[in-house]
């Protein structure tokens, strides 16, 4: 008799036609049928998730997400405001939609630029925002963009990272919030539009600008160009809030000859009298950013502008103790799992904000400072078990930042 020959029981193909034969218990599958067959699981899968529709987000009044900005972000009273009224009305937008349509009323999107310099907080607020608002958040940074075609991450790669985050529930997705960082190192190399092509800057900025106002893109889930077999996944960016920001160094002397601050004679306008010139980011207008390299069509997607201030002595003492997640408090808890009890003086946070200022490091230098003040005692207390308390005194910061690499930095 005949043995009978070995095949895939879905396909039909023999098992010297295939790569791998799986053996069940009456039947058999070649490793095609396998990845058909998960190709058709993934596709139900995301139509099950579409089926789930809105979901629902924490949406407080205006004057209610400053407050809860207000205990994780210290000052910045301006952009505070500025990006709670437009969060506000962008998903109130989203939430009345149908009464909207109704009324034929078209409600454009309300997306944000944040001009700060580095340390001032854009990141945290954005965070903060999509936190309290429970909605998909992800962070892009556009130093990785580049125009399609060219080595480095397609503007879709946003969306991507977006979806990832949102476990690939598209309806969550598509009402999330990305903030893309350093939008300001895309700005166009010349004042003039380019004539060849400009891969990381003006091209980017065209990449852009359909996603930004809204439109239906095609995104691979997986990423770019390293799995061009996967099957697109079509996001709607239409209810998704873009936040940029970026420090547009240089940006201040574009503003101060708009306001011609530095104009000498004997006539002086009481207008130019007012103006502070310590904190000239404040009069930042759209014309401003287009003078920077922004293409007018970006710029007039990202409607509102607001600015951060540089942060002072006053502002840097009280971000370390007075927000919720302040870092004195990260630092307290973290010895307190060590059964240790640590307290900050005075005058050792003063040191700490002096060297910030010093370095020009905003409020991310306090974080490297104390990191590299703090280091010997965290590795060396958790072992000593006879050790309970730790002070923190000036002397004790002095004598350990003096030990750190920092000490050594000349400031310009």
């Known amino acids: 008799m005949a043995k009978s020959v070995e095949k895939c029981s879905f396909c039909g193909r023999e098992k010297r036609e295939v790569r791998i034969l799986v053996a069940g218990l009456n039947a058999h599958i070649c490793e095609s049928c396998i990845q058909q067959a998960q190709t058709i699981l993934q596709e139900e899968e995301l139509a099950l998730e579409k089926q789930k529709g809105i979901p629902e987000f924490n949406l407080l009044k205006p004057v209610e997400i400053k407050k809860h900005l207000d205990q994780f972000v210290i000052g910045q009273d ?51 925002i999509a936190k309290m608002l429970n909605v998909p958040f992800c962070i892009a940074d556009a130093t ?24 690939y529930n598209l309806a969550a997705a598509e009402r999330g919030i990305i903030f893309i960082d350093e939008i300001d190192k895309i700005a166009r190399k010349g004042d003039n539009p380019s004539i060849t092509r400009d891969v990381s800057g003006e091209g980017v900025q065209q990449a852009l600008l359909k996603m930004l106002e809204g439109s ?66 404040q009069y930042i207008t759209p014309v401003d950013l287009k003078a920077f390299g922004l293409i007018p069509e970006l710029v007039g997607r990202l409607p509102i502008v607001t600015f951060m201030h540089t942060l002072d002595r006053k502002t840097l003492r009280r971000i370390l103790t007075e927000p919720r997640n302040s870092l004195i408090k990260q630092y307290t808890k973290l010895f307190e799992l060590d059964n240790i009890n640590v307290t900050f003086d005075n005058e050792a946070l003063d040191f700490i904000v002096e060297k910030s200022i010093e370095f020009k490091l905003g409020a991310r230098g306090l974080r490297s400072i104390l990191e590299g ?23 004790f910061v002095d004598e350990k930042f003096r030990k750190t690499s920092m000490a050594h930095l000349k400031v310009a």
């Open 78 to 128: 301006e952009a505070k405001k500025v990006i709670a009224v437009a969060v506000y009305n962008h998903y109130k937008r989203i939430t009345h939609s149908k009464d909207i349509a109704a009324d034929d009323v078209e409600i454009e999107k309300s997306n944000i630029v944040v001009v700060g310099e580095t340390g001032t907080g854009k990141t945290l607020l954005a965070r903060t």
């Open 144 to 167: 990785a963009l580049t125009e399609a075609g060219y080595v480095g991450e397609d503007v879709e790669s946003i969306l991507s990272r977006l979806l990832q985050v949102a476990d």
């Open 216 to 281: 239906i893109v095609n995104v691979p889930p997986q990423g770019g160009r390293k799995h061009p077999e996967q099957k697109m996944i079509q996001v709607n960016t239409q209810n998704i809030l873009f936040i940029t920001g970026g420090a547009f160094d240089g940006i201040d002397k574009k503003i101060a000859s708009r306001l011609q601050t530095n104009k000498i004679g004997y006539k002086t306008d009481k207008k130019q009298q007012n103006i502070d010139k310590e904190n000239i980011l």
């Open 373 to 395: 003040v703090m280091t010997d005692s965290m590795f060396e207390l958790p072992s000593k078990n006879t050790i309970k308390s730790l002070r923190v005194t000036a002397a």
